[in-house]
């Protein structure tokens, strides 16, 4: 049942499925940079038609709608299936969610294992571990959501997940080219903009902009389409399947791709897992991880590859409605 059909009111149907939502008008707009992380190279045209986007990612107050209505069980609670991870202990095989643990000194970046921890009971309800709650934070956003709780979560909601294309071209709020979601200074006038990692990471977060972990959905200012946390707080899932780089600029300005689905399946895997084949999905955004030292992706054009059968403490998403025009 769609939740349009839940919270029935005076209103219909299509006007419950746009509260919440800002209107993106379509064009055509440069997607990608040429001057950070390879996989966010070529730089390319797109064009992408109008669509309706959340404000905000998807809280947990609102999640909390969704579970209570369908009794949907998220990935986190259920315990791996052994034959998805050939070769596994059987005692490490039980229900859980990957958390941010900070080390207490420094430690090697190449190594991620070094401050995520696969803890057992960690999930939406618990985000740090199975003595925590969300009780007073129903304005955060959910995190600790596979790929399929997102799916399962949008089509409750009569909505969808967005494109990476859509995604970043709502991310820029109309600044193209900018390098971030706000224009081309990271702190413009020393003000943080996002909530993003300040010191030196893992080990040592300053909370300069006032939040150490995940933070209320509207604690800081929207983009120029009216949009919140588009960068840092959570990364968020796309429809996209992962690529190692975009597409290059067709040859011909009539061949702009329109409405591009990025990837294949069969391009997503980690090389590195071959033997499990577990695909991935693109991520947009950045989160309160994302450090000057570390991982530089809060900006519209970075993207990071997420295996489906994966939660964490830093992952969310929100929502989009296509094929209704705008006011």
């Known amino acids: 049942m769609l939740r349009a059909d839940i919270e029935r009111s005076d209103r219909s149907a299509d006007d419950l499925q746009i509260e919440g939502m800002m209107w993106i008008p379509g064009r055509t707009f440069r997607m990608g940079s040429d001057r950070h992380y390879p996989e966010e190279a070529p730089s390319h045209c797109v064009t992408v038609d109008g669509f309706w986007i959340d404000k905000t990612p998807v809280t947990n107050r609102q999640f909390k709608q969704f579970m209570k209505a369908t009794g949907h069980v998220t990935f986190a609670e259920v315990p791996p299936d052994p034959k998805d ?27 991620w294992a070094e401050w995520w921890s696969f803890m057992k009971g960690a999930d ?5 571990g199975p003595k925590t709650n969300i009780n007073v934070h129903d304005n955060h956003p959910v995190v600790h959501v596979s790929y399929s709780d997102a799916l399962a979560y949008v089509k409750w909601a009569g909505k ?11 991310a820029r709020g109309g600044l193209d080219g900018a390098e971030f979601a706000w224009g081309d200074e990271f702190t413009p006038g020393g003000v943080h903009m996002a909530n993003t990692w300040q010191g030196e990471f893992p080990r040592q977060n300053l909370g300069q902009d006032g939040f150490e972990r995940t933070s209320p ?4 200012p929207p983009n120029g389409y ?4 588009m960068i840092g707080n959570v990364w968020e899932w796309t429809s996209d399947w992962y690529s190692p780089k975009h597409e290059a600029d067709a040859p011909k300005a009539c061949c702009i791709p329109e409405n591009p689905r990025g990837g294949r399946e069969d391009q997503s895997y980690d ?20 450090a000057p030292n570390y991982c530089r992706r809060y900006r519209p054009a970075a993207r990071h590859a997420e295996p489906v059968d994966t939660s964490t403490s830093h992952v969310g998403f929100r929502c989009v409605v296509r094929g209704r025009p705008g006011p």
């Not at 969808?160 to 709502?170: K, Q, V």
């Not at 009216?226 to 946390?229: A, E, F, K, R």
């Not at 991935?280 to 994302?290: A, D, E, P, T």
Request: include cysteine.
């Open 124 to 128: 939406w309800r618990h985000p740090y």
């Open 160 to 170: 969808e997940l967005p494109t990476e294309a859509e995604w970043e071209f709502a």
């Open 85 to 111: 991870y050939p070769g596994a202990l059987p005692h490490m095989l039980y229900a859980g969610s990957l958390v941010f643990t900070p080390p207490c000194q420094r430690v090697d970046l190449r190594n």
């Open 226 to 229: 009216g949009i919140h946390d």
């Open 217 to 220: 959905v509207m604690a800081f």
């Open 271 to 290: 090389a590195c897992q071959a033997n499990i084949r577990i695909p991935r999905k693109v991520l947009k955004g950045g989160s309160h991880l994302c």
